[in-house]
């Protein structure tokens, strides 16, 4: 294949609109009738919708899209499927059905959304869900990914906000994901750097998700685009407080490294923008600064479990092959929101 | 023969670059700079803005930034031949500004400066023991200052060991400012020893003292 999907602006989840914009819109909207079985809205901030159509099934629902982060197409396919499925997985359910959302230049060659699509309808398989359609519309640009409906029992859903003090914190991937494709935009990132970050990007949290099930799980979310700062602040939701130890934070060397040559994206900086009020740094360096900001495309799941069984949790998640670590926990609300110290 | 030093200006066309290209445009400038001069970037968005300035103040250049017009801004960065910073006038920053408390107007804002953990010249024995008498002095001060900065030799002072902690910590409890220079503990290999008040950069340490009503250096 000769073409070559061009990513120029800045692709995957460094493509969200930042939060602070988002927040302020959506205050806006009007709400209509409240229906109480609509379990969890957009008011909460939450990785998905959540509706209970019977005692022991609710609907999950969620949609993801973006331009590429990389640029073969069947790489990228795999990565906004995995990004997409992720949602349903946080909210501590099961993959049921998805539709794919493209948008494709007319012009360009159509083997190289087949191969797009190709690579989306992989993950979809693999987290065990049915490809049910999709809708396509003419670009300029190149975007793609999925809308996504599972179901989970009304009584076991993962909220965000569900943290108590005394959790433990845990991250199932490693940060800095979207430095290192940021690099490679500019030829400055090594290629066992991306093929790192790829094969992170393309690792479904269904995994993760699994294990979990066996455990007390008070909140969870998956982190992507608002970062690991971003995501977390989202967890406290006003109500709670918590201490990172930024030592034990699964990060890629090279996105360390990167950060420190300030190969950094727009989004990284709205984040720092958006969080920095609710965050203290106690002697971390710069880089690592920027890794807890840096935009997630297809990041881990980012847990809240009962301490008592936060060690055999990590256990058991690193056993399967996932770089997971307890990166912190979570305590009563204070002063500050999030201390991270190094 | 007196001259105007020549400052060698190289200027980046950024408009339209997508973060990280400002940055890596602007890293290359300043490569063929060859030591010292300026490099004036245009980039299109605020957040490419704030991204040239968060490098330049990690690199310790001076920087200014303003806004030309509708989509159009230009930073100016300061890289001095030492390599160290190269402080420079603030100009006032068009990025968006967050609320910012101004000290009381009946107050002076006075900001202590901490060069060295010895006062004075002559015997360096004298001069710690000059030192924290100050320091003890400056705690039982009826008008205490705003801030306290210490950089260079003054770190220590802010640091395990240090004969002032009670001194300093007592301040900090009436609501002074205790700032040291994170690129001076990281010198010293005192970075995890800070004991009293927060880490700082010279982007700040420069802010303070430019906007302080009176700046006392013993």
């Given at each position: 294949?000769?073409?070559?999907?061009?990513?120029?602006?800045g692709?995957?989840?460094?493509?969200k609109l930042?939060a602070g914009?988002?927040?302020?819109?959506?205050?806006?909207?009007?709400?209509?009738p409240?229906?109480?079985?609509?379990?969890?809205?957009?008011?909460?901030?939450?990785?998905?919708?959540?509706?209970?159509v019977?005692?022991d099934?609710?609907?999950v629902?969620?949609?993801?899209?973006f331009?590429?982060?990389?640029?073969?197409?069947?790489?990228?396919?795999k990565?906004?499927?995995t990004?997409?499925?992720?949602?349903?997985?946080?909210?501590?359910?099961e993959v049921?059905?998805?539709l794919?959302?493209?948008?494709?230049?007319e012009?360009?060659?159509?083997?190289?959304?087949?191969?797009i699509?190709r690579?989306g309808?992989?993950?979809?398989?693999?987290a065990?869900?049915?490809?049910?359609?999709?809708?396509?519309?003419?670009?300029?640009d190149v975007?793609y990914?999925?809308s996504?409906?599972?179901?989970?029992?009304?009584d076991?859903?993962?909220?965000n906000?569900?943290?108590?003090?005394?959790?433990?914190?845990?991250?199932t991937?490693?940060?800095?994901?979207?430095?290192?494709?940021?690099?490679?935009r500019?030829?400055e990132?090594?290629a066992?750097a991306?093929?790192?970050?790829?094969?992170?990007?393309?690792?479904?949290?269904?995994?993760?998700a699994m294990?979990?099930?066996?455990?007390?799980?008070h909140?969870?979310?998956?982190?992507t685009?608002?970062?690991?700062?971003?995501h977390l602040?989202?967890?406290m939701?006003g109500?709670l407080?918590?201490?990172?130890?930024?030592?034990?934070?699964?990060?890629?060397?090279?996105?360390l490294?990167?950060?420190?040559?300030?190969?950094?994206?727009?989004a990284g900086?709205r984040?720092?923008?958006h969080v920095?009020?609710y965050v203290?740094?106690e002697n971390?360096?710069f880089?690592?600064?920027e890794?807890?900001y840096?935009?997630?495309?297809?990041?881990?799941?980012?847990v809240a479990?009962?301490?008592?069984?936060?060690?055999?949790?990590?256990?058991?998640?690193?056993?399967?092959?996932l770089?997971?670590a307890?990166?912190?926990?979570?305590v009563?609300?204070?002063?500050?929101?999030?201390?991270v110290?190094m | 023969?007196?001259?105007?030093?020549?400052k060698?200006?190289?200027?980046?066309?950024?408009?339209?670059?997508?973060?990280?290209?400002p940055?890596?445009k602007?890293?290359?400038?300043?490569?063929?700079l060859?030591?010292?001069?300026e490099?004036m970037?245009?980039?299109d968005n605020?957040?490419?803005v704030q991204?040239?300035?968060?490098m330049?103040?990690?690199?310790?250049y001076g920087v200014?930034s303003q806004?030309l017009?509708e989509?159009?801004?230009e930073?100016?960065m300061?890289?001095?031949?030492d390599g160290?910073?190269?402080v420079?006038?603030l100009?006032?920053?068009t990025?968006?500004e967050?609320?910012?408390?101004?000290p009381?107007?009946r107050k002076?804002?006075?900001?202590v400066?901490?060069?060295?953990?010895t006062m004075?010249?002559?015997?360096?024995e004298?001069?710690?023991?000059?030192m924290?008498?100050f320091i003890?002095?400056?705690?039982?001060?009826?008008n205490l200052?705003t801030?306290i900065?210490?950089?260079?030799g003054g770190?220590?002072i802010?640091?395990?060991e240090s004969?002032s902690?009670e001194?300093?910590?007592?301040?900090e409890?009436q609501g002074v400012?205790i700032?040291t220079c994170?690129?001076?503990?990281?010198?010293y290999g005192?970075?995890?020893?800070?004991?009293?008040?927060?880490?700082?950069?010279m982007?700040?340490?420069a802010?303070?003292m430019?906007?302080?009503?009176l700046?006392?250096?013993?």
């Open positions: 294949m000769e073409e070559k999907i061009s990513f120029c602006k692709g995957g989840c460094t493509a930042g914009i988002l927040s302020r819109v959506l205050e806006r909207l009007p709400k209509g409240q229906d109480p079985n609509l379990l969890i809205g957009y008011d909460s901030k939450d990785d998905a919708a959540v509706y209970k019977s005692d099934i609710a609907i629902q969620t949609l993801d899209f331009p590429p982060m990389v640029d073969e197409p069947y790489t990228f396919g990565i906004a499927a990004n997409a499925l992720s949602d349903i997985y946080a909210m501590g359910g049921k059905t998805a794919n959302i493209v948008c494709f230049p012009t360009m060659d159509l083997n190289i959304l087949g191969e699509m690579g309808s992989e993950k979809v398989i693999e065990g869900g049915t490809l049910a359609g999709g809708h396509s519309i003419n670009d300029s975007k990914g999925l996504v409906t599972g179901v989970v029992h009304p076991r859903i993962y909220p906000n569900g943290g108590k003090p005394g959790d433990k914190l845990i991250l991937k490693r940060l800095g994901v979207g430095i290192i494709c940021t690099a490679n500019v030829q990132a090594s066992e991306m093929e790192a970050a790829i094969s992170s990007m393309t690792t479904l949290n269904k995994y993760a294990i979990c099930r066996n455990y007390d799980i909140a969870c979310t998956d982190v685009g608002f970062s690991f700062l971003g602040h989202e967890m939701d109500a407080s918590c201490q990172i130890n930024a030592k034990q934070v699964p990060v890629f060397p090279e996105a490294d990167y950060a420190d040559e300030f190969l950094l994206t727009a900086q984040n720092r923008n920095q009020d203290k740094f971390v360096p880089a690592m600064e890794v807890l840096d935009p997630q495309t297809s990041g881990g799941l980012l479990v009962d301490a008592t069984q936060a060690e055999t949790l990590e256990k058991e998640l690193q056993e399967a092959g770089p997971a307890i990166v912190g926990e979570i009563e609300k204070g002063d500050v929101e999030i201390t110290t | 023969m007196y001259g105007m030093e020549e060698e200006m190289i200027k980046v066309d950024a408009m339209g670059d997508t973060c990280p290209i940055v890596v602007t890293k290359n400038a300043i490569k063929e060859n030591g010292s001069g490099v970037t245009l980039v605020e957040i490419a991204n040239l300035t968060k330049a103040n990690q690199k310790g200014k806004k017009g989509g159009q801004y930073v100016v300061t890289i001095s031949a160290a910073s190269a420079t006038e100009a006032e920053s990025v968006e967050e609320t910012v408390c101004y009381d107007a002076k804002n006075t900001v400066v901490l060069s060295s953990s004075g010249n002559g015997d360096d004298l001069g710690a023991i000059l924290k008498g003890y002095a400056l705690s039982q001060q009826e200052p801030t900065l210490m950089y260079n770190a220590k802010s640091c395990e004969p902690l001194d300093l910590k007592s301040l409890s400012e700032l994170g690129t001076c503990l990281n010198h005192l970075s995890d020893k800070l004991k009293v008040g927060e880490v700082t950069n982007y700040v340490i802010e303070k430019t906007q302080a009503d700046i006392v250096k013993p």
